[in-house]
């Protein structure tokens, strides 16, 4: 299932700089994505979401870009922080109505190294 | 904050017996998920549950698996006959009224079937 990918499994970046993780799709229903946090042994963590109405969101040092004609969307950290290294990664669901579970489609994941 | 709870955080078990992973949702959710990840792997979707009866299943959701909210706190998953393919992160997750809200996620039951 390759609904959702990313395509970096790794990314290392200097503290104090930007982190840029990239995340593509494929279905065109898709119309929520997230970004999930996730450290060894924890339970992936809610970060940010944009729905497809908009095309950027922003949360403190967070921001979402979401660009629906690439179906590509992008997480930049600014600025990057040690505390930031974990595995990230990106979720979508389509809404169909309210009765329905909103499955989350994940991709495989970008681990994060922030370095001092 | 609220948070979702998961126990046991580790459940060793014999393959072809049964086991029951427990979720404590965040008390005012309605949306509850169960997900898994085997290692190495994508997180993937298994079941999600809403007006008590499930809403959607995954293809791995089949006759061996079972879902419960057997209270006003508790979502359980049952796993019967157990394969050493269930060995896995099992993770719950629950989501507030609305749209575009977001799932948040308990801190996972590692199954190990042997």
């Known amino acids: 299932d390759q609904q959702v990918k990313q395509n970096s499994p790794s990314l290392s970046v200097q503290e104090g700089r930007i982190s840029i993780l990239n995340c593509d799709y494929t279905?065109?229903?898709?119309?929520?994505f997230l970004w999930y946090k996730k450290y060894p042994a924890e339970g992936p963590t809610f970060l940010i979401s944009?729905?497809?109405?908009?095309d950027k969101n922003e949360d403190g040092r967070f921001t979402v870009f979401l660009n629906k004609s690439a179906k590509h969307l992008s997480l930049h950290i600014v600025p990057s922080q040690p505390g930031d290294s974990a595995v990230y990664f990106c979720?979508?669901?389509?809404?169909?109505?309210?009765?329905?579970?909103?499955?989350?489609?994940f991709g495989g994941g970008t681990r994060l190294m922030v370095k001092p | 904050e609220p948070e979702v709870t998961q126990t046991p955080s580790h459940q060793v078990t014999q393959m072809g017996q049964e086991v029951i992973l427990r979720c404590v949702p965040i008390?005012?959710?309605?949306?509850f998920y169960w997900y898994r990840q085997i290692l190495g792997q994508k997180v993937e979707f298994l079941v999600s549950f809403y007006n008590n009866e499930i809403s959607e299943k995954s293809e791995i959701f089949d006759d061996q698996f079972s879902v419960e909210r057997p209270d006003g706190s508790n979502f359980t998953l049952k796993i019967r006959s157990t394969k050493l393919e269930d060995s896995a992160m099992y993770f719950c997750?629950?989501?507030?009224?609305?749209?575009?809200?977001?799932?948040?996620f308990g801190d996972g039951t590692r199954l190990s079937i042997l």
């Open positions: 008390s005012n959710h309605l949306y």
């Open positions: 997750a629950s989501k507030g009224q609305g749209i575009w809200q977001p799932q948040h």
């Open positions: 279905n065109s229903m898709f119309d929520y």
């Open positions: 979720a979508a669901s389509a809404f169909f109505d309210y009765n329905a579970g909103n499955m989350l489609t």
């Open positions: 944009i729905s497809s109405i908009k």
